[in-house]
């Protein structure tokens, strides 16, 4: 098993060379397809091994740690390797087509090796239990992203990666100076070490400069309220396939490392007493109710969804900021719940750009009718969306107002109340516009009306599908992401902070 | 710039120099400072003189931009090839010591085959930026 572990980050870095030398799209999607299976079934395994509470530890090069490189695998973050794997393999099945619609054939096989990249930057994230390293893969994954981006066949395509390029930069410098901080106070890059020799240099003063560079950061990088002016267009313009990958792992991934960072390399005793907590709640409540109120206000289905995003986003802030057992939870299960949901959402919005080459809801109404699988796909993962019940939307906001009404704080309930009112009325608004305004005539691409459309596109449809019958399934069977968040968040809240 | 004589011939004198320092900083790089990095950099500057001197045009001749790329994918892998030799010869990824019978030779070949891998990816990619950069300005 510490042996498949490494190979989570090996085989990405050994195919993604492979396919920048191929210059065929056919190969390039076949390996890149064939890396995210055996990545899907590795991360399966591991997750299953590591639910019962068992740590895997592997030593890169041979040296010992905390001198060397060292990849520690518990529950928390084999699921974000599974939520990452899985996304990503169904993302490639789904998106050969589109990929093939939005690139140019000359650069495809330099897309997906790019793509490869990022799944490998992910995955060395939410592994490493090296800070420094962590650094590293951030970098790749970022500047992979920043590729992809500008790759989207719009101009604005290139702003937008511009702006991210920019703002992602500034986060990883940050995050740098903060390890860099962190490094000078203890000598050690290890987290676990870091952790263990916590009290020895916790009275300098320069370890809170460090936790406040390496939060801003990862907040730049998680697109946390108001750092978040580079998602809404980066996702718009991306290639459809990008915008899935990076809307249901990316930001994600970025939660993850602030909440190792908060739980397990600074003690959760250091940061309780100070303002932060107080901060995460407000950056998250405003961050909901803002990216909702944003989105209601969009007129393109890509733009609203990312918007939502920012919104969602906010959900996972506040989770860490309750800073109690079923805050962090909340935290956990809705990165999972969020990832399989949006996923869902953006290759219904995909799909839509293949057919019509807009997302423009003014030039979609009544596309209801002529599109009847896409857009039930729309309705239905937008119910996980808002949270109803018996959708996965539904689970993780459920935690996070038991964690609200535990420490007696109404305000953040009432803002996750807010914002989820605010998520029905801009779901109804693609709704209604998709199915009961039936005036004008859509110029569907190459096809007619009725179940060619489906026929045309059957393999994203399904996989499309397989997402919105993902977030019916695990709102209603939680086992798989509540026990993980639930075994990871026992072990951070435990022994308070020290692996 | 390519009329002047002096130019041409210094260029034709230097390139050779260079691209021979570059080596040494390569392969000596485990013993005094140097390694793989700096070597790509000085070894790309070599051909950046030439193409200073004698036109991009000249330069892509001798290295096409798509050597250039794949140059830049093998060394990427040569670097990864060596973690995952060591890895079927039973050491953890990037162990060189398993590369040999003795430790010590271990690590020689694996710190020399990375820094190799890590010169040819430097180089090529140094020199596929300049020909990006270069390809943006029209010829005067």
């Given at each position: 098993?510490?042996?498949?572990?490494?190979?989570?980050?090996?085989?990405?870095?050994?195919?993604?060379?492979?396919?920048?030398?191929?210059?065929?799209?056919?190969?390039?999607?076949?390996?890149?397809?064939?890396?995210?299976?055996?990545?899907?079934?590795?991360?399966?395994?591991?997750?299953?091994?590591?639910?019962?509470?068992?740590?895997?530890?592997?030593?890169?090069?041979?040296?010992?740690?905390?001198?060397?490189?060292?990849?520690?695998?518990?529950?928390?973050?084999?699921?974000?390797?599974?939520?990452?794997?899985?996304?990503?393999?169904?993302?490639?099945?789904?998106?050969?087509?589109?990929?093939?619609?939005?690139?140019?054939?000359?650069?495809?096989?330099?897309?997906?090796?790019?793509?490869?990249?990022?799944?490998?930057?992910?995955?060395?994230?939410?592994?490493?239990?090296?800070?420094?390293?962590?650094?590293?893969?951030?970098?790749?994954?970022?500047?992979?992203?920043?590729?992809?981006?500008?790759?989207?066949?719009?101009?604005?395509?290139?702003?937008?990666?511009?702006?991210?390029?920019?703002?992602?930069?500034?986060?990883?410098?940050?995050?740098?100076?903060?390890?860099?901080?962190?490094?000078?106070?203890?000598?050690?890059?290890?987290?676990?070490?870091?952790?263990?020799?916590f009290d020895d240099f916790a009275s300098m003063k320069l370890v809170i400069t460090a936790l406040l560079f390496i939060l801003i950061g990862l907040a730049l990088k998680a697109a946390a309220f108001p750092l978040h002016s580079w998602l809404p267009e980066a996702y718009t313009q991306a290639p459809t396939m990008v915008t899935v990958l990076l809307a249901s792992t990316s930001t994600k991934v970025a939660v993850y490392v602030l909440i190792r960072m908060l739980y397990q390399v600074f003690p959760q005793a250091y940061w309780e007493e100070m303002l932060l907590p107080g901060f995460l709640m407000l950056s998250g409540c405003l961050g909901m109710l803002y990216g909702s109120y944003k989105a209601l206000c969009q007129v393109s289905i890509k733009r609203l969804l990312a918007y939502s995003s920012v919104a969602q986003l906010g959900y996972m802030i506040v989770g860490i900021g309750l800073n109690n057992e079923a805050g962090l939870t909340a935290a956990i299960v809705h990165m999972f719940n969020h990832a399989v949901t949006k996923a869902a959402l953006f290759m219904a919005a995909g799909m839509v750009l293949m057919r019509l080459h807009t997302t423009s809801l003014d030039k979609l109404r009544g596309a209801g009718k002529t599109m009847p699988w896409t857009t039930g796909?729309?309705?239905?993962?937008?119910?996980?969306?808002?949270?109803?019940?018996?959708?996965?939307?539904?689970?993780?906001?459920?935690?996070?107002?038991?964690?609200?009404?535990?420490?007696?704080?109404?305000?953040?309930?009432?803002?996750?109340?807010?914002?989820?009112?605010?998520?029905?009325?801009?779901?109804?608004?693609?709704?209604?516009?998709?199915?009961?305004?039936?005036?004008?005539?859509?110029?569907?691409?190459?096809?007619?009306?009725?179940?060619?459309?489906?026929?045309?596109?059957?393999?994203?449809?399904?996989?499309?599908?397989?997402?919105?019958?993902?977030?019916?399934?695990?709102?209603?069977?939680?086992?798989?992401?509540?026990?993980?968040?639930?075994?990871?968040?026992?072990?951070?809240?435990?022994?308070?902070?020290?692996? | 710039?390519?009329?002047?004589?002096?130019?041409?011939?210094?260029?034709?004198?230097?390139?050779?120099?260079?691209?021979?320092?570059?080596?040494?900083?390569?392969?000596?790089?485990?013993?005094?400072?140097?390694?793989?990095?700096?070597?790509?950099?000085?070894?790309?500057?070599?051909?950046?003189?030439?193409?200073?001197?004698?036109?991009?045009?000249?330069?892509?001749?001798?290295?096409?931009?798509?050597?250039?790329?794949?140059?830049?994918?093998?060394?990427?892998?040569?670097?990864?090839?060596?973690?995952?030799?060591?890895?079927?010869?039973?050491?953890?990824?990037?162990?060189?010591?398993?590369?040999?019978?003795?430790?010590?030779?271990?690590?020689?070949?694996?710190?020399?085959?990375?820094?190799?891998?890590?010169?040819?990816?430097?180089?090529?990619?140094?020199?596929?930026?300049?020909?990006?950069?270069?390809?943006?300005?029209?010829?005067?």
């Open positions: 098993m510490e042996l498949l572990t490494v190979l989570l980050v090996v085989i990405p870095l050994i195919c993604a060379p492979i396919t920048a030398m191929i210059a065929d799209r056919r190969v390039a999607w076949a390996l890149t397809l064939m890396m995210c299976l055996a990545l899907a079934v590795i991360s399966a395994m591991v997750l299953n091994d590591v639910t019962t509470g068992k740590v895997i530890h592997y030593e890169l090069g041979g040296w010992k740690p905390p001198w060397g490189i060292e990849y520690v695998i518990d529950s928390l973050n084999a699921l974000i390797a599974v939520i990452v794997a899985f996304i990503a393999l169904i993302t490639v099945i789904y998106g050969r087509k589109s990929a093939e619609q939005e690139i140019h054939d000359s650069q495809i096989h330099l897309f997906y090796a790019a793509f490869q990249l990022v799944i490998l930057g992910l995955m060395g994230m939410a592994l490493t239990g090296d800070i420094f390293n962590l650094f590293v893969f951030l970098e790749i994954s970022s500047l992979a992203s920043y590729a992809l981006i500008a790759m989207g066949h719009k101009r604005q395509a290139l702003v937008a990666s511009f702006n991210y390029l920019i703002a992602g930069t500034l986060g990883a410098t940050f995050f740098l100076l903060g390890i860099g901080f962190l490094y000078a106070a203890s000598g050690t890059l290890n987290m676990a070490d870091l952790a263990a020799r796909a729309f309705a239905l993962a937008g119910l996980s969306l808002i949270g109803v019940p018996g959708t996965a939307g539904f689970i993780s906001k459920w935690y996070l107002v038991q964690g609200a009404l535990a420490q007696g704080n109404y305000l953040v309930a009432g803002s996750i109340l807010g914002a989820s009112i605010l998520a029905i009325m801009y779901v109804w608004k693609i709704i209604e516009t998709l199915y009961f305004d039936g005036s004008d005539k859509l110029h569907v691409h190459k096809v007619g009306s009725g179940k060619q459309i489906v026929a045309d596109l059957p393999v994203a449809t399904a996989c499309c599908y397989l997402m919105v019958f993902a977030c019916f399934y695990f709102g209603l069977y939680t086992s798989i992401p509540l026990e993980a968040a639930q075994t990871a968040v026992q072990a951070m809240m435990g022994n308070g902070g020290a692996q | 710039m390519s009329d002047s004589l002096i130019l041409r011939v210094i260029t034709k004198w230097l390139v050779p120099v260079i691209l021979l320092f570059a080596l040494y900083v390569q392969f000596h790089g485990d013993y005094s400072p140097g390694g793989g990095f700096q070597a790509g950099v000085i070894f790309s500057s070599a051909f950046l003189l030439y193409a200073l001197v004698y036109g991009v045009e000249a330069t892509s001749r001798v290295l096409p931009e798509a050597v250039l790329r794949i140059g830049a994918s093998a060394g990427v892998l040569l670097f990864a090839g060596v973690g995952v030799v060591s890895l079927f010869k039973g050491g953890t990824f990037l162990d060189y010591s398993a590369l040999s019978d003795t430790p010590l030779a271990g690590q020689h070949i694996g710190i020399i085959v990375i820094e190799l891998g890590v010169g040819i990816t430097v180089a090529c990619v140094m020199l596929l930026l300049f020909y990006t950069f270069a390809r943006t300005i029209p010829p005067q």
